[in-house]
């Protein structure tokens, strides 16, 4: 059986994200670095958001497409440059999506939809892009928290706990505390949402 657009689209996806030169390692495994993390999005996408539409399943799964290939010290190391950095990677996902969606025959209406939600566009207002930024909070919370708290002040672990809580939904937070934090990590959460 030919598989649909939408599995192409996601294969493609991940062919593009398995190239990744940077790899992360769970349980001995060593794994393409946005290849997992996109696996993962997909993985939270489904837990938070059950009945995600496909555009908002694409976008969540190309979310840091070939993100590697533009680094942060292509960028100066101060918030500004940060930013910059972060738009600058924002729009690359975004047309690189648009442009494996064109080769599996989406058309413009779809594609303009994807990328409206990688851009992550109206925020609050649109619930696809707030459902894509629930789910980037929750995997971060879920997958990277701890490992991020242990090389950084409890000051910025707050600081980044807050503003990670300022961007999410009710419905975000309700899951986020739902999530098996360690001890000390459960103390840092009620410490920024104090």
């Not at 930013?83 to 080769?103: G, N, P, Q, S």
């Amino acid at each position: 059986m030919k598989p649909t657009r939408f599995e192409t689209a996601i294969a493609l996806i991940d062919k593009a994200n398995s190239e990744d030169v940077n790899f992360y390692e769970v349980s001995g495994l060593q794994y393409a670095k946005e290849l997992l993390y996109s696996q993962r999005m997909t993985r939270t996408l489904l837990e938070f958001a059950p009945n995600a539409s496909k555009a908002l399943q694409i976008a969540a799964r190309a979310q840091h497409i070939c993100r590697w290939k533009i680094a942060r010290k292509e960028y100066p190391m101060d918030r500004v440059g940060y930013l910059k950095w972060r738009e600058t990677l924002k729009r690359m996902h975004a047309d690189l999506t648009v442009e494996i969606l064109k080769k599996v025959g989406y058309d413009d209406l779809f594609t303009d939809r994807v990328k409206a939600i990688v851009l992550k566009k109206l925020i609050k207002k649109n619930e696809e892009s707030q459902a894509l930024e629930d789910t980037i909070c929750l995997v971060f919370l879920d997958y990277y928290f701890e490992e991020f708290a242990e090389k950084h002040a409890d000051e910025k672990v707050i600081d980044i706990l807050q503003k990670t809580w300022v961007k999410m939904s009710s419905e975000g937070h309700a899951a986020a505390l739902k999530l098996p934090f360690s001890e000390k990590s459960l103390a840092l959460v009620q410490k920024a949402l104090a």
